[in-house]
């Protein structure tokens, strides 16, 4: 069956610090890979999206991600976290015959501390 | 301009109340969906409406009736709900539901329902 997985559930970083979240899925084609934001109470914001080409993609709020096939993982990371980033990411992944259906992870959650 | 807006941003109904949930987006999508989001859980497909007809309907309870009247609206139906239906109702759209580029969906602030 297909999955995506987050295993971190909760992480917590110092501001300034560096953040890599992870996303790992199961599927037998390349997928469409996506990662959103939200924030406490709020709709989802679309980070960044991986469809084909450069394995490496740029975000927006300076993030970025990397697809490796190899691996079935597609990461985020962002090299110095502010503390307006505190929020909950999910990893999403669809195909081009799923007709709009996005399989999302369970979410990360992240704490920034001053 | 990504905006996808949703009405109202609270709602609270009894058991027997009938109330609709309203989703727009002038964007020129031609795919809308409707997610369902628990608290601390990831958002759940219930619907998806591509170029205004239903394609994806996951199972929902018939107390859940989706209409799409036009290619820039998304009405959601609510009737006779239960407690476990309160969550947050989160209305989504995307240029087409297939291919490259098309595919990314954008998502409304979302309804907050309480069912009482």
Not at chain 1, 4 to 19: M, R
Not at chain 1, 39 to 60: A, E, N, R, W
Not at chain 2, 57 to 72: A, D, G, L, Y
Request: charged share 20%; proline share 6%; net charge neutral.
């Amino acid at each position: 069956a297909q999955s995506v997985t987050q295993p971190d559930i909760h992480i917590t970083v110092s501001e300034g610090a560096s953040l890599e979240l992870r996303c790992n899925y199961s599927y037998g084609a390349t997928p469409y890979l996506f990662w959103y934001v939200q924030s406490p109470g709020q709709g989802l914001q679309l980070l960044l999206k991986y469809f084909s080409g450069d394995t490496l993609v740029q975000g927006i709020k300076g993030f970025e991600a990397e697809f490796k096939r190899s691996q079935s993982s597609f990461n985020l990371r962002k090299p110095s976290v502010h503390w307006s980033d505190a929020a909950e990411y999910f990893c999403a992944v669809g195909f081009s015959t799923s007709y709009g259906k996005l399989t999302f992870g369970q979410g990360t959650i992240l704490t920034v501390h001053p | 301009d990504t905006e996808v807006t949703q009405t109202p941003k609270h709602l609270v109904m009894g058991m027997t109340n009938k109330k609709s949930l309203k989703c727009e987006q002038h964007m020129g999508h031609r795919a809308m969906y409707w997610y369902k989001q628990k608290a601390k859980k990831p958002p759940e497909l219930m619907f998806v409406y591509s170029y205004e007809k239903l394609s994806i309907n996951e199972s929902v309870p018939s107390r859940f009736s989706p209409e799409c009247p036009n290619s820039s609206l998304l009405n959601l139906h609510l009737h006779a709900l239960q407690p476990e239906d309160s969550a947050l109702y989160l209305c989504a759209s995307s240029r087409r539901p297939e291919g490259t580029g098309d595919y990314e969906q954008y998502f409304g602030p979302g309804t907050r329902l309480t069912v009482t």
